[in-house]
């Protein structure tokens, strides 16, 4: 039989916020695109690539990770239920993000 570890979602509690796994894990993913990105310009000497246009880089991606992974969720896997609650889609607080559509949303954000 597979053990399969019990882990809380929840990696901090601080009164009514509750900080949670993944948007650390999402946080941990955002900040070291900056570093790689910042040292890479500086160590390869990228002139093309400034700070500004990375953080621009980030914002968008970003925007894409947040936004498809959410439209993901909704879409592939529980579309019924949220086109009969479409405020619900705006209810990222009770979870809900798509891998793939996160994937895809970064692709469309950087195309």
């Keep these: 039989m597979l053990v399969y570890p019990h882990i809380n979602p929840v990696a901090l509690q601080l009164g009514p916020l509750a900080i949670h796994w993944y ?20 160590t390869l000497n990228i002139r093309q690539l400034t700070n500004k246009s990375l953080d621009d880089l980030l914002f968008y991606g970003v925007l894409g990770v947040i936004l498809g992974g959410r439209l993901g969720e ?33 692709l469309v954000a950087m195309a």
């Design 74 to 106: 909704v879409l592939f896997y529980n579309p019924s239920y949220y086109f009969s609650h479409p405020l619900k889609i705006l209810a990222v607080w009770e979870g809900g993000m798509s891998f793939h559509g996160g994937f895809l949303g970064v």
């Design 23 to 42: 948007g650390l894990m999402y946080l941990a993913g955002f900040m070291t695109f900056i570093w790689l990105g910042r040292k890479r310009i500086i």
